[in-house]
């Protein structure tokens, strides 16, 4: 599995976007870009996934770039809640073995 | 409904026991794992079952077996506990190939 790499901490104001970036320059053509975000003390919660297009659910967006070398997760109006770390990886399928971490540690401030 | 259910959630033990810790899920899912997170945070995945049968075994101590009686079950048995094995143990599911999984709360497993 490609290596991706991450800031290891943001800040954001409430009720701004949040524009966490991952790096996975090594990635292959058949791997995709997945995001989690985990809690303090929670398990790791799964935000959204992409291969080549842009995505975009109800928690988040997910812009990849044409050469998929990087990506960016997007929350559109950021909470205290959202406070987290928040962890790209990139994997062929769930049976991949991957590791999550480190991650980058966002803060959401007041 | 709790999705992913892990007991206990807090173990304290000594060296050289044996424990367990269990985990279900009633989401339907026909694949499970566990992961260890470390104390720097690091999630890893250790096993992986797929309708009862491993698929994914990382190289973790043998001391370690999961088991899982069913698939909506996946136990972790830890033998002759040794301090390393300090950290969080999360349990997690998904259907099949499919992308999304969906972690327990964790059991913070202390060795002393």
């Known amino acids: 599995d490609a290596k991706t790499t991450q800031p290891p901490s943001m800040d954001c104001a409430e009720g701004r976007a949040a524009n966490l970036p991952c790096n996975h320059s090594t990635i292959s053509g058949n791997e995709y870009v997945y995001w989690y975000r985990q809690i303090h003390s929670q398990g790791p919660q799964y935000i959204i996934h992409?291969?080549?297009n842009n995505e975009t659910n109800e928690m988040a967006s997910l812009i990849i770039t044409e050469d998929r070398k990087s990506s960016t997760l997007i929350l559109p109006h950021a909470t205290l809640r959202d406070t987290a770390v928040y962890y790209c990886?990139?994997?062929?399928?769930?049976?991949?073995?991957?590791?999550f971490g480190p991650g980058t540690s966002l803060s959401v401030i007041p | 409904d709790t999705a992913v259910s892990q007991t206990p959630k807090y173990l304290v033990t000594q060296m050289g026991n044996d424990k367990s810790i269990k985990c279900e899920q009633n989401?339907?899912?026909?694949?499970m794992y566990w992961y260890k997170q470390d104390s720097k945070k690091f999630l890893k995945i250790m096993f992986s079952y797929n309708n009862k049968e491993l698929i994914i075994n990382e190289t973790v101590p043998n001391r370690f077996s999961p088991k899982s009686p069913d698939k909506a079950h996946l136990n972790l048995h830890i033998n002759s506990l040794e301090l390393g094995d300090s950290a969080v143990y999360f349990c997690?599911?998904?259907?099949?190939?499919?992308?999304?999984?969906?972690f327990g709360p964790g059991t913070r497993l202390t060795v002393t």
């Open positions: 992409g291969l080549k």
């Open positions: 989401l339907g899912h026909d694949t």
């Open positions: 997690a599911s998904s259907q099949g190939d499919f992308y999304e999984q969906y």
């Open positions: 990886i990139s994997r062929k399928t769930s049976y991949d073995k991957v590791i």
